[in-house]
Structure formats: structure tokens, C-alpha cells
């Protein structure tokens, strides 16, 4: 294969395997959008968003409290998640150039890649032994836990990303340090910050493993934070794993759902970027 | 005196005030950096912790080298979990790293300018899909499309084959080691793509425009230019991809069959440390068995944290040396 023609030979089917690499790659996502809308429209209706679910043979119902329990405890995870997982990443981009800023960071890295299922035992030993019950609070720090480490380098390189000019004129001005972190800084790169915590608060409503035995699961409305709580990604697991066709059905629109949350989370931050850096223009 | 008192406590007032903002500031981001560390520190107390009552019966490496699981007996064995871990985890990089890499190729050196944004989207939207929907298209459409057509293809292709056919003997069920490997590959393929592409773009300008001016093709440029100067970060990117295939849990726990044993075949159906913890944690009442899942977490944490240091490290690596070039 010395020949040029033999090299052109040689590049053209490299460069067509690459193509066919790209294909490859988007046809499980293809699949996978198709499968979930074509299977899951038919399920959904008014009742699908608004019942509970009902028992194996009873038609109808829904998977209200699933939607509302993921809901809840996803909002509880950013309570607990979003001012540790921002504040540490503000501390790696104003304090991060020190032996301790390396530290954390690597730490943050390392634990970004914690798998879920691993969170979840720790939050079950963290929450779920003391109270001696599962609980939404469970599942939520579970959650919380996933999202800081993500959260923190997201937010550090935004942070970074402010111009020096803007905090020098702060500080020339004679603003004190922290209202210049806090006010000027962090106000610049509040878009930017929040893209980042869209997409780990996406990512957190998507998680499965570590709901398993943490919040658990419940067929019942439930609001209080302590007590077994529904998920839409255990409900759509418990009902895949169901040998009922109904059932089935079900995971299939309720994933439609998820979906469709998760989707918008992550279009918003998208939106939310590119116009942010068209201002930037 | 009296003079002092009214004098100075405009200026120190002031200067008070903006030392005891600045004091709490800095307090408050220390104090929010130590909670990362802290938490590192609260993973690992309780996974220790909570493993504990089964180190008292068992030695770690008895542990790790048991196939034995039978909870109800108290015998707990984790080699069919490590075992079926690797297994899917090494199939998962053996089909997602030449897509992987031949994607980012296709994307930084190949695709039409319009064309790339919307196959990184669609990169992007693949790692966006939530696992547990994987698991629900990998159940209902990618292993009765194994059983009916792909495995027994293999087995007619491979199966005669010494030493490899082992691989490919038995009933073509749809739920083992194969599903769970390709679907996996799915999963990891964005983290990789994502982390090539990235370094490949590092590969400094003049670096390309010098191998095409010597006369290479296109690929040969891929193949002695970029590809060798972003090694370390290939390498790095691949790494990550088996730190996230290791952990991955309902996609698999759903496709690759649930069965504590070990078998040569791929169509087996195993079983993988992060698939038992998912199916058997809640349902453990036995303290010991309770254990022994943490044990198995202890583990897999421990793979995943090895992994992922190394590969933050060959990325950064490689980044470095792009910034002492670029």
C-alpha cells in the first residue's frame, strides 16, 4: 500500500468508516426517541398526569404522585445541592490557586465520577439509618450529593470566565472584596451558573439507582419530605420489570414524561447559553 | 482623648467593617471548598462503615475470590459481580472506543461546517437520556434484536471457531453479558466522544498543515500527526469511559439477566456490583447481607475512584502539553 493510489484507497475508507462511525452513533439515539414517543403517546391523556397508579388489571390510572414526588425531592436536592455545589465552585475560582484549591478540585473531579448507586448506600447510611425510614430527604441528599461535585466545576470555570477588568474596576472603586465576588463577579456569570445548574438538576431527575433505596417508593399522594416518596424513573423501572403488557405500556409513557422534563431542562440551558453569548458579542 | 474617640472611628469603622465582611467571605468559601473535601471524606467513613460487620467473618480477599452468593446461606462471594463488571465493561470499550474515536475524527477533521453542530447535538442529546430509559429500550427493542437476529448470527459465524466460539455457545436469550456490553457502549460513547474531540482540537495548526504539506492524505495526517500527539488524552478519555461503564447500574441491572454465577458465553446471563446493589440493597434484612452489598459498593468505589484519577490526570496532561505548544 505504498502506492498513492493505494494511500488514496487507504484514506477513503478511513474517512467512510468515520462517517459510518457518526451513524452508528446516532442510530441507538434515533431509536431510542423514536421507540419511547411512538410507544408512550398512546398512554398519555389527562388522567395519566393527574391519577395515582392503579393495581395490576384495574385500568386507567396514572402516575401523578410519581410525577409530583420527583418533583419534590429534586426540588429538596437543590435546596441542599445548588448553594454547596455553586459556593464551592466560587471558592475554586477565587481561592483555588492554593495547595487546598487543588485539593478540592481533584477531590470534586474524583467524586464527579462516584458512581450513583455508590451515593445512594452512602445516603441510606447518612439519612435513611438514623431516621430509621426511607424518605424523600434520603433521596434528595442522595441527589444533592451528585450534583456538587459537577456543580462546583461547572460554576468554577464560569466564575473564571469573568474579565479581571470587571473586578478591578470594583475593587479600584474601593468595593470591598466579597461585594465584589459576590455582586460583581458572581452577578456577571449568574447566567452562566445557572446553564450549569439546569443541567445538574436535569441529570438529578433523571437518576434512577440511587432513589432505590432511599426514597424509595410510594402508590400513595405523599407531600411530607419524611416519609417513602414516588419517583418517575423508579416507577418507570418498577413497571418495565413487570411481566404485566399494561405495565409496560405505562413505563413507556411515563419515560415519555421524563423525557420530556429532561429534554426541556437541558434545551433551556442550552438556550440559555447561546444567548448569553450573543450578548457577549 | 475626647478628641481621638471622634476622630478616628469613621476611618477604622469603616475599615472594621470591610475587614469583617472580607473575614466572612473568605470564611464562608473555605468553609463551602472543606465541605467537598468532607464529603469525600463522609463517602468514604460510610461505606467503611457500613461494610464493617462483614469483615468480621470474612477476610477481603476471601471476599473477592468467592463465587459463592447465597444470601439466605450467609455465603457472600463477590467474583460473579467483578467478574460480570469487567466482562461488560471491556465489551462496552471494545465497540464504543473505534466509534468513539472515528466520531471525533468524523467531527473535527471530516464533517461539512453545518453538519457538526447537529451531530454533536446529537451526541449530546445521547448523553442526556436518562439510563433508566435505556434500560426500558434496551428490555423491549435491543435484546429481542440480539436474541432473533444478532446472536445467532455470531454463533453461526464464530461459534465453530476454537477458543473463541466459547464466547459464543448456548441459548441466544437477548439478557446477558452482550446486551449489557452494548448497551453500555451506547452509554459511554458521548463521555468519550466528548473528551477526544476536545483534546484532538488542541492539536496545534501548524502540526496539520505540516503533514499535509509533506503530502499526506487526510488520514495519514489523523493517523501520524493528531492521533500520536493526543495520546495521553485519548487515553485519559478512554478511562473515563470505564470509569462511567463500571458504575453504570439500571441500564444494566434491567438487560443482563440477574444470575450470580460466571460463565464463558456472552449470551450468559451475569450479573454486575452496581445491578446487585440495585436489586437486592432495599430488600436486605439481614445485617450481614446488608454488608456485603456495602462491601461490594466499597469495591466498585474503589475501581471508580483509581480510574477516574488516572484519567483527570492524562487529560490534564495532555492539555498542559498542548498549552506548551498552542
Same mark, same amino acid.
Given at each position: 500500500?505504498?502506492?498513492?493510489?493505494?494511500?488514496?484507497?487507504?484514506?477513503?475508507?478511513?474517512?467512510?468508516?468515520?462517517?459510518?462511525?457518526?451513524?452508528?452513533?446516532?442510530?441507538?439515539?434515533?431509536?431510542?426517541?423514536?421507540?419511547?414517543?411512538?410507544?408512550?403517546?398512546?398512554?398519555?391523556?389527562?388522567?395519566?398526569?393527574?391519577?395515582?397508579?392503579?393495581?395490576?388489571?384495574?385500568?386507567?390510572?396514572?402516575?401523578?404522585?410519581?410525577?409530583?414526588?420527583?418533583?419534590?425531592?429534586?426540588?429538596?436536592?437543590?435546596?441542599?445541592?445548588?448553594?454547596?455545589?455553586?459556593?464551592?465552585?466560587?471558592?475554586?475560582?477565587?481561592?483555588?490557586?492554593?495547595?487546598?484549591?487543588?485539593?478540592?478540585?481533584?477531590?470534586?473531579?474524583?467524586?464527579?465520577?462516584?458512581?450513583?448507586?455508590?451515593?445512594?448506600?452512602?445516603?441510606?447510611?447518612?439519612?435513611?439509618?438514623?431516621?430509621?425510614?426511607?424518605?424523600?430527604?434520603?433521596?434528595?441528599?442522595?441527589?444533592?450529593?451528585?450534583?456538587?461535585?459537577?456543580?462546583?466545576?461547572?460554576?468554577?470555570?464560569?466564575?473564571?470566565?469573568?474579565?479581571?477588568?470587571?473586578?478591578?474596576?470594583?475593587?479600584?472603586?474601593?468595593?470591598?472584596?466579597?461585594?465584589?465576588?459576590?455582586? *460583581?463577579? +458572581?452577578?456577571?456569570?449568574? %447566567?452562566?451558573?445557572? $446553564? =450549569?445548574?439546569? &443541567?445538574?438538576?436535569? !441529570?438529578?431527575? #433523571?437518576?434512577?439507582?440511587?432513589?432505590?433505596?432511599?426514597?424509595?417508593?410510594?402508590?400513595?399522594?405523599?407531600?411530607?419530605?419524611?416519609?417513602?416518596?414516588?419517583?418517575?424513573?423508579?416507577?418507570?423501572?418498577?413497571?418495565?420489570?413487570?411481566?404485566?403488557?399494561?405495565?409496560?405500556?405505562?413505563?413507556?409513557?411515563?419515560?415519555? *414524561?421524563? +423525557?420530556?422534563?429532561?429534554? %426541556?431542562?437541558?434545551? $433551556? =440551558?442550552?438556550? &440559555?447559553?447561546?444567548? !448569553?453569548?450573543? #450578548?457577549?458579542? | 482623648?475626647?478628641?481621638?474617640?471622634?476622630?478616628?472611628?469613621?476611618?477604622?469603622?469603616?475599615?472594621?467593617?470591610?475587614?469583617?465582611?472580607?473575614?466572612?467571605?473568605?470564611?464562608?468559601?473555605?468553609?463551602?471548598?472543606?465541605?467537598?473535601?468532607?464529603?469525600?471524606?463522609?463517602?468514604?467513613?460510610?461505606?467503611?462503615?457500613?461494610?464493617?460487620?462483614?469483615?468480621?467473618?470474612?477476610?477481603?480477599?476471601?471476599?473477592?475470590?468467592?463465587?459463592?452468593?447465597?444470601?439466605?446461606?450467609?455465603?457472600?462471594?463477590?467474583?460473579?459481580?467483578?467478574?460480570?463488571?469487567?466482562?461488560?465493561?471491556?465489551?462496552?470499550?471494545?465497540?464504543?472506543?473505534?466509534?468513539?474515536?472515528?466520531?471525533?475524527?468524523?467531527?473535527?477533521?471530516?464533517?461539512?461546517?453545518?453538519?457538526?453542530?447537529?451531530?454533536?447535538?446529537?451526541?449530546?442529546?445521547?448523553?442526556?437520556?436518562?439510563?433508566?430509559?435505556?434500560?426500558?429500550?434496551?428490555?423491549?427493542?435491543?435484546?429481542?434484536?440480539?436474541?432473533?437476529?444478532?446472536?445467532?448470527?455470531?454463533?453461526?459465524?464464530?461459534?465453530?471457531?476454537?477458543?473463541?466460539?466459547?464466547?459464543?455457545?448456548?441459548?441466544?436469550?437477548?439478557?446477558?453479558?452482550?446486551?449489557?456490553?452494548?448497551?453500555?457502549?451506547?452509554?459511554?460513547?458521548?463521555?468519550?466522544?466528548?473528551?477526544?474531540?476536545?483534546?484532538?482540537?488542541?492539536?496545534?495548526?501548524?502540526?496539520?498543515?505540516?503533514?499535509?504539506?509533506?503530502?499526506?492524505?487526510?488520514?495519514?495526517?489523523?493517523?501520524?500527526?493528531?492521533?500520536?500527539?493526543?495520546?495521553?488524552?485519548?487515553?485519559?478519555?478512554?478511562?473515563?469511559?470505564?470509569?462511567?461503564?463500571?458504575?453504570?447500574?439500571?441500564?444494566?441491572?434491567?438487560?443482563?439477566?440477574?444470575?450470580?454465577?460466571?460463565?464463558?458465553?456472552?449470551?450468559?446471563?451475569?450479573?454486575?456490583?452496581?445491578?446487585?446493589?440495585?436489586?437486592?440493597?432495599?430488600?436486605?434484612?439481614?445485617?450481614?447481607?446488608?454488608?456485603?452489598?456495602?462491601?461490594?459498593?466499597?469495591?466498585?468505589?474503589?475501581?471508580?475512584?483509581?480510574?477516574?484519577?488516572?484519567?483527570?490526570?492524562?487529560?490534564?496532561?495532555?492539555?498542559?502539553?498542548?498549552?506548551?505548544?498552542?
Amino acid at each position: 500500500m505504498n502506492g498513492y493510489a493505494g494511500r488514496k484507497a487507504v484514506n477513503l475508507i478511513m474517512m467512510v468508516l468515520c462517517g459510518l462511525a457518526a451513524v452508528a452513533a446516532l442510530l441507538p439515539l434515533g431509536s431510542v426517541l423514536w421507540l419511547v414517543v411512538s410507544h408512550g403517546v398512546a398512554g398519555l391523556s389527562f388522567t395519566f398526569f393527574t391519577a395515582l397508579p392503579t393495581p395490576v388489571g384495574e385500568p386507567g390510572g396514572g402516575v401523578g404522585n410519581a410525577v409530583v414526588g420527583t418533583l419534590q425531592i429534586v426540588a429538596l436536592a437543590c435546596v441542599i445541592g445548588l448553594p454547596l455545589g455553586v459556593g464551592a465552585g466560587v471558592f475554586l475560582a477565587e481561592k483555588g490557586d492554593s495547595a487546598l484549591g487543588s485539593a478540592v478540585r481533584f477531590t470534586a473531579e474524583v467524586l464527579s465520577g462516584v458512581p450513583s448507586i455508590v451515593v445512594g448506600i452512602v445516603a441510606y447510611g447518612l439519612v435513611v439509618v438514623p431516621m430509621k425510614r426511607f424518605s424523600a430527604i434520603a433521596g434528595a441528599v442522595a441527589l444533592a450529593i451528585l450534583m456538587i461535585p459537577t456543580l462546583a466545576r461547572g460554576t468554577e470555570e464560569l466564575v473564571r470566565l469573568v474579565p479581571r477588568s470587571i473586578r478591578e474596576a470594583a475593587l479600584g472603586l474601593g468595593v470591598p472584596e466579597w461585594k465584589t465576588s459576590l455582586r *460583581v463577579v +458572581l452577578r456577571t456569570a449568574l %447566567g452562566g451558573v445557572a $446553564t =450549569a445548574a439546569l &443541567l445538574a438538576i436535569a !441529570r438529578a431527575t #433523571g437518576e434512577t439507582a440511587p432513589l432505590l433505596f432511599t426514597a424509595l417508593n410510594n402508590q400513595y399522594w405523599n407531600l411530607r419530605p419524611d416519609q417513602p416518596t414516588a419517583s418517575l424513573t423508579v416507577q418507570i423501572f418498577n413497571y418495565a420489570i413487570s411481566p404485566y403488557d399494561d405495565w409496560h405500556q405505562k413505563a413507556w409513557s411515563a419515560a415519555l *414524561v421524563l +423525557l420530556l422534563i429532561v429534554g %426541556g431542562l437541558n434545551l $433551556t =440551558a442550552r438556550a &440559555l447559553t447561546r444567548s !448569553r453569548l450573543k #450578548g457577549a458579542r | 482623648m475626647a478628641l481621638e474617640a471622634t476622630a478616628t472611628p469613621r476611618a477604622t469603622r469603616h475599615q472594621a467593617g470591610v475587614n469583617r465582611g472580607d473575614r466572612a467571605w473568605n470564611g464562608l468559601l473555605l468553609g463551602l471548598g472543606l465541605a467537598v473535601l468532607v464529603l469525600a471524606a463522609v463517602i468514604i467513613y460510610i461505606l467503611l462503615h457500613a461494610s464493617q460487620p462483614l469483615w468480621t467473618s470474612t477476610s477481603p480477599w476471601q471476599f473477592l475470590k468467592s463465587t459463592d452468593w447465597d444470601p439466605v446461606s450467609g455465603a457472600f462471594g463477590a467474583l460473579p459481580f467483578v467478574y460480570g463488571t469487567l466482562v461488560t465493561s471491556m465489551l462496552a470499550l471494545l465497540l464504543a472506543v473505534p466509534v468513539g474515536l472515528g466520531l471525533s475524527v468524523f467531527l473535527t477533521e471530516l464533517a461539512p461546517k453545518q453538519l457538526r453542530p447537529v451531530v454533536a447535538f446529537g451526541v449530546e442529546l445521547l448523553a442526556g437520556i436518562p439510563s433508566v430509559v435505556y434500560g426500558l429500550w434496551g428490555l423491549f427493542t435491543l435484546a429481542p434484536l440480539l436474541r432473533e437476529h444478532v446472536e445467532p448470527f455470531l454463533q453461526k459465524v464464530f461459534g465453530p471457531i476454537p477458543v473463541v466460539g466459547a464466547l459464543f455457545q448456548g441459548a441466544p436469550l437477548g439478557l446477558g453479558y452482550l446486551s449489557a456490553g452494548v448497551i453500555l457502549a451506547i452509554m459511554i460513547l458521548p463521555t468519550i466522544c466528548a473528551v477526544t474531540t476536545e483534546v484532538v482540537k488542541t492539536v496545534p495548526l501548524p502540526l496539520r498543515e505540516a503533514s499535509l504539506a509533506l503530502g499526506a492524505t487526510r488520514w495519514e495526517m489523523v493517523r501520524w500527526s493528531v492521533l500520536p500527539y493526543s495520546k495521553a488524552g485519548i487515553l485519559g478519555a478512554v478511562l473515563l469511559g470505564l470509569g462511567r461503564a463500571l458504575g453504570e447500574t439500571m441500564a444494566v441491572t434491567m438487560v443482563i439477566g440477574n444470575n450470580p454465577e460466571i460463565h464463558a458465553s456472552l449470551f450468559a446471563p451475569g450479573y454486575s456490583l452496581p445491578s446487585v446493589i440495585a436489586n437486592e440493597f432495599a430488600e436486605a434484612t439481614d445485617a450481614s447481607h446488608t454488608a456485603a452489598l456495602a462491601a461490594l459498593a466499597l469495591v466498585l468505589f474503589a475501581i471508580t475512584f483509581l480510574m477516574n484519577a488516572a484519567a483527570r490526570g492524562l487529560v490534564r496532561r495532555s492539555k498542559h502539553t498542548a498549552g506548551a505548544h498552542g
